[in-house]
C-alpha cells in the first residue's frame, strides 16, 4: 500500500504536461476533533491520490489545513469525497483567481501538532469564542470606519507586495510573532475600536479571533474565506475592490494579481517591483523581491556570491554545501543585509496612528 510519493519533482512535472489537462488550485481549512491522526492521514493520502490531487496537506488532532491542485475533471469526484467526511461535508473551497497547472508537483499529507503554528496554549482560552465574521461587503464598509483598526495577519513578507487600504501590516516573519505584538501595541484600543483582521484563506484569524476576545478586544471581526473569498465576492457581486497589489500564495505561483498597483520594490534596485523569487544558489535560497531586469543580471541570484556559486558545476556546489547545512537566509524571507532596498522595519503603533 503506497502512503508516499514515488516520482521526483521533475517527472510529476513531466506527467503534469503530457497529460494536458487542466488543473484548479484550491484551499481549505476545518478546526475539528480528529481522533487518530495518523489513520485519517492516511485515509486522505489513499483517496487523493487516486483523483491525482497534489499539495501540502496538514492534519492535527484540531483538525486539518489544505492547498492543493486537483485536476478539473476530478473535482466533482474530490468534492464528493470531502462530503463523506461528516466535519468536512460543505466546507468552503477557496479556489484560487488565478490557476497553474504546476501549482503543487507532490502530494504530501503530514501530521503536524497544529494546523497553523500559533505557539498558543489551546486549554487556556475558548477557542470556539470566535470572531463575527463578515462577507466583502460588510468588511469593505467597516474599513472605512473611523472606530475600525484593520490588521493584516499575514507575514511581512506577504504584505508586503499587497494588502488592504489602511490596513496595519505588522513586521513579524511568523504568524505566532504577530499575535502578542498586536495585542500589546492596541491595547488601548480594546474597547472603543472595532478589531477587524484579515489573512489569505481565514484559518489564521480563526484562531486570532478567539485569542484576542480572551485578551479582553470587544468588537472582534474577521474577513470569511480571507482574501480569497473576497476577490471573488467582489467580482461576483460587482463591489469595490479595496485589495492594493498581488495576494502571497504558499505555492510554486507564489502570488496572484489583485489590482494593477505595484506597492513594493526590488530589493536590489529599489524599482517598482512585486515579485518574489528564490535565490537561485540552492545553499542560500533566499525568498526575496527582484525585478527582471536584476533577475537578468543577477542571474536569479540574491548575491554577486550567490552568482558566483550557482555558476560552478553542480557536483561542485554540492561539495560545498557539504556539511554547511542550510543558510539562515532561507529563513529571512528577504530580510538578508545584503539586500539594500529590503523592506524597512516599522513601529505598529506608528502605523495606526498613520494610516487614517
Known sequence: MQL???LSAKERAELIEQAGKERLTISFYKYAKIGNTEIFRNHMFLAWDELEV??????AKEGINAQLSVPAENFEAFKKHLDTISFLENVRLNIAIEHDNFAFLK???????????DGL?????????????VNAEKFNELIEDPNTVLVDMRNH???????????I??????FRESLDLIEEDLREHKEDKKLVMYCTGGIRCEKASAYYKHKGFKNVFQLEGGIINYVRQVEAEGLENKFLGKNFVFDQRRSERISDDVIANCHQCGKPADMHTNCANEACHLLFIQCDECKEKMENCCSTNCMEINRLPYEEQKALRKGQGNSNDIFKKGRADHLPYKKDLRNIFETLNTSK
Open 4 to 6: 508516499y510519493n514515488n
Open 54 to 59: 497534489l499539495g501540502r496537506i496538514y492534519v
Open 107 to 117: 502530494l504530501k499529507v503530514k501530521v503536524r501538532d497544529k494546523i497553523v503554528a
Open 121 to 133: 496554549n489551546d486549554d487556556t482560552f475558548d477557542v470556539t469564542n470566535k470572531g463575527v465574521h
Open 157 to 167: 513578507y506577504e504584505s508586503e507586495i499587497g494588502h488592504f487600504k489602511n490596513a
Open 169 to 174: 501590516t505588522p513586521d513579524v516573519d511568523t
